[in-house]
């Protein structure tokens, strides 16, 4: 016997539930607050926006996306619509009615509550009589008006004062409440904001003294910001085998300033990408993404400024402890490595090995002048280098003129490569003791050199440099360097003061 079987009317919500997909596609929808994605829920389907503009606009409107730009990969997932909206067709795709415009959404708990019924209502107009009815005999028997006695002891009832007090009670609770939830956010999320009141975290987070300072130094950045080139990885190109790096303008989840906070307290903590996701509620790769773009932006707007400064410039502020035979010191160099990662190619490994830090390690040459600003920062080299090839092709000497004398270690051999006088220690060369006329000036080099050690101290409390480097971000270490050294110049005073 054949037994009719009633088909079961199909329910997206009902059906929703999290499995692997089977297909090779993945979408996701665009919608706030949804993270359906077709990898992981294949009875939902995925709907592009319509062509029709203001019917986009609706859609845009209803998803609370309004000026968001859409693609042609831009999906709205099948949980936001009706199931009157979802048409199959024939041949088993589901699609969208003409009409159809999201409406469940996660604010309003995926219900669609109907527009209510006005309770005013236009009666209709009553048709004006005709001539010679019997109307016009009708207002020649009308009543006199009957006069309108007030009475003055009226007074308004008690019930409508209770309700007001009623009401004015619960609009101050709404609103201690309201001030609550934004305390209880601002406490909850990871963000500048949030340690704005604390100059000991803003130190330790972006080694910038105070948030006064932190803002000073964005109110300088922040006209650039809307300029910024963002960084995202591209899919593989199957043709060359090899990845490259695309522009992008699509805004992330962080306002800009959060991300300069990221991107700062990335290179202060030396936090892995994947914990800098997780307290910013935030992909890895969106991480890596900011991370990547803010060393780009700021390598190119920093380093746009002049910091090496003219022989007048270095004389007005030379410190007493320069006077005497020192007073032409223009700089003070000084030659630093950063370890990083041992590669796995043993051809990489001796180009990065150092025998000096017994370690894989970039090296670079900084500079600093007499009173203790950074006026001089290279690109990061193999660690298997010298100080001497470093300084070489770091194009120092190109800004060098014979007035200027450089200060630098006794390990700079570097006096045949500059045009004018070179400061090192003594060499003991064959003597088993230095003379005696050489120590006091041994000493005082030795003693005004230190204070670039005290600046590469300042870029290397960035707990970044302090530990391993990853070969992970060796693309970008360079940038990131740079960075981090032209930002002492913000992020401290001098180290003298005239």
Same mark, same amino acid.
């Given at each position: 016997?054949?037994?009719?079987?009633?088909?079961?009317?199909?329910?997206?919500?009902?059906?929703?539930?999290?499995? $692997?997909? &089977?297909?090779?596609?993945?979408?996701?929808?665009?919608? !706030? =607050?949804? +993270?359906?994605?077709?990898?992981?829920?294949? /009875?939902?389907?995925?709907?592009?926006?319509?062509?029709?503009?203001?019917?986009?606009?609706?859609?845009?409107?209803?998803?609370?996306?309004?000026?968001?730009?859409?693609?042609?990969? *831009?999906? &709205?997932? /099948? $949980?936001?619509?009706?199931?009157?909206?979802?048409?199959?067709?024939?041949?088993?795709?589901?699609?969208?009615?003409?009409?159809?415009?999201?409406?469940?959404?996660?604010?309003?708990?995926?219900?669609?509550?109907?527009?209510?019924?006005?309770?005013?209502?236009?009666?209709?107009?009553? /048709?004006?009589?005709?001539?010679? +009815?019997?109307?016009?005999?009708?207002?020649?028997?009308?009543?006199? !008006? &009957?006069?309108?006695?007030?009475?003055?002891?009226?007074?308004?009832? !008690?019930?409508?004062? %209770?309700?007001?007090?009623?009401?004015?009670?619960?609009?101050?609770?709404?609103?201690?409440?309201?001030?609550?939830?934004? *305390?209880?956010?601002?406490?909850?999320?990871?963000?500048?904001?949030?340690?704005?009141?604390?100059?000991?975290?803003?130190?330790?987070?972006?080694?910038?003294?105070?948030?006064?300072?932190?803002?000073?130094?964005?109110?300088?950045?922040?006209?650039?910001?809307?300029?910024?080139?963002? %960084?995202?990885?591209?899919?593989? @190109?199957?043709?060359?085998?090899?990845?490259?790096?695309?522009?992008?303008?699509?805004?992330?989840?962080? =306002?800009?300033?959060?991300?300069?906070?990221?991107?700062? *307290?990335?290179?202060?903590?030396?936090?892995?990408?994947?914990?800098?996701?997780?307290?910013? @509620?935030?992909?890895?790769?969106?991480?890596?993404?900011?991370?990547?773009?803010?060393?780009?932006?700021?390598?190119?707007?920093?380093?746009?400024?002049?910091?090496?400064?003219?022989?007048?410039?270095?004389? &007005?502020?030379?410190?007493?402890?320069?006077?005497?035979?020192?007073?032409?010191?223009?700089?003070?160099?000084?030659?630093?490595?950063?370890?990083?990662?041992?590669?796995?190619?043993?051809?990489?490994?001796?180009?990065? #090995?150092?025998?000096?830090?017994?370690?894989?390690?970039?090296?670079?040459? %900084?500079?600093?002048? !007499?009173?203790?600003?950074?006026?001089?920062?290279?690109?990061? #080299?193999?660690?298997?280098?010298?100080?001497?090839?470093?300084?070489?092709?770091?194009?120092?000497?190109?800004? =060098?003129?014979?007035?200027?004398?450089?200060?630098?270690?006794?390990?700079?051999?570097?006096?045949?490569?500059?045009?004018?006088?070179?400061?090192?220690?003594?060499?003991?060369?064959?003597?088993?003791?230095?003379?005696?006329?050489?120590?006091?000036?041994?000493?005082?080099?030795?003693?005004?050199?230190?204070?670039?050690?005290?600046?590469?101290?300042? %870029?290397?409390?960035?707990?970044?440099?302090?530990?391993?480097?990853?070969?992970?971000? +060796?693309? /970008?270490?360079?940038?990131?360097?740079?960075?981090?050294? =032209?930002?002492?110049?913000?992020?401290?005073?001098?180290?003298?003061?005239?």
């Amino acid at each position: 016997m054949n037994v009719a079987r009633k088909k079961k009317k199909f329910n997206v919500r009902d059906s929703f539930k999290l499995q $692997r997909g &089977v297909g090779g596609s993945n979408e996701h929808c665009c919608v !706030p =607050l949804c +993270s359906a994605s077709s990898r992981y829920n294949s /009875s939902l389907s995925f709907h592009c926006f319509p062509k029709n503009t203001s019917l986009r606009v609706q859609w845009l409107n209803k998803i609370k996306r309004t000026g968001f730009s859409v693609t042609k990969h *831009t999906k &709205v997932c /099948s $949980r936001h619509f009706e199931d009157h909206e979802i048409v199959c067709t024939a041949k088993g795709r589901r699609v969208l009615a003409a009409s159809a415009v999201p409406s469940l959404f996660e604010w309003n708990n995926f219900e669609n509550n109907e527009t209510r019924t006005s309770g005013w209502k236009r009666r209709p107009r009553p /048709s004006s009589p005709e001539p010679g +009815s019997d109307a016009e005999e009708d207002l020649e028997h009308c009543d006199p !008006p &009957v006069p309108m006695v007030v009475d003055r002891d009226c007074k308004a009832s !008690p019930t409508v004062c %209770v309700d007001r007090e009623q009401y004015e009670n619960m609009l101050r609770e709404i609103e201690a409440s309201r001030q609550q939830l934004q *305390t209880y956010h601002l406490h909850s999320s990871f963000g500048l904001q949030r340690f704005a009141s604390s100059p000991e975290d803003i130190r330790f987070y972006t080694r910038f003294p105070s948030y006064n300072h932190l803002m000073a130094f964005w109110n300088l950045i922040e006209a650039a910001t809307t300029q910024m080139v963002r %960084v995202t990885k591209a899919k593989k @190109n199957y043709v060359t085998s090899t990845t490259t790096e695309i522009p992008s303008t699509r805004p992330t989840k962080l =306002l800009p300033i959060d991300e300069l906070f990221l991107f700062l *307290t990335y290179v202060s903590t030396g936090c892995t990408q994947r914990e800098l996701g997780h307290r910013f @509620n935030i992909h890895q790769a969106t991480v890596r993404q900011i991370i990547v773009t803010w060393a780009n932006f700021l390598y190119s707007l920093l380093g746009s400024v002049c910091i090496w400064l003219s022989p007048a410039a270095v004389k &007005v502020k030379l410190p007493s402890e320069f006077d005497g035979i020192y007073s032409d010191t223009h700089v003070i160099l000084d030659c630093t490595e950063l370890r990083c990662q041992t590669p796995s190619s043993l051809l990489l490994q001796s180009e990065v #090995f150092s025998t000096y830090k017994s370690h894989c390690t970039f090296k670079a040459v %900084v500079g600093m002048s !007499p009173h203790g600003a950074l006026i001089f920062v290279s690109a990061l #080299f193999e660690g298997s280098m010298s100080d001497r090839e470093v300084f070489r092709r770091s194009g120092i000497t190109s800004l =060098l003129t014979p007035d200027m004398a450089v200060m630098v270690d006794k390990g700079f051999l570097v006096d045949d490569l500059v045009p004018g006088r070179v400061h090192h220690p003594a060499f003991l060369s064959k003597r088993t003791q230095m003379p005696e006329v050489d120590v006091p000036k041994m000493q005082s080099i030795v003693r005004l050199r230190v204070h670039v050690e005290r600046i590469m101290r300042r %870029v290397k409390e960035n707990k970044l440099f302090d530990t391993i480097i990853p070969l992970s971000i +060796s693309g /970008s270490i360079n940038q990131i360097f740079t960075v981090a050294c =032209l930002l002492s110049n913000y992020q401290n005073g001098p180290l003298f003061k005239k």
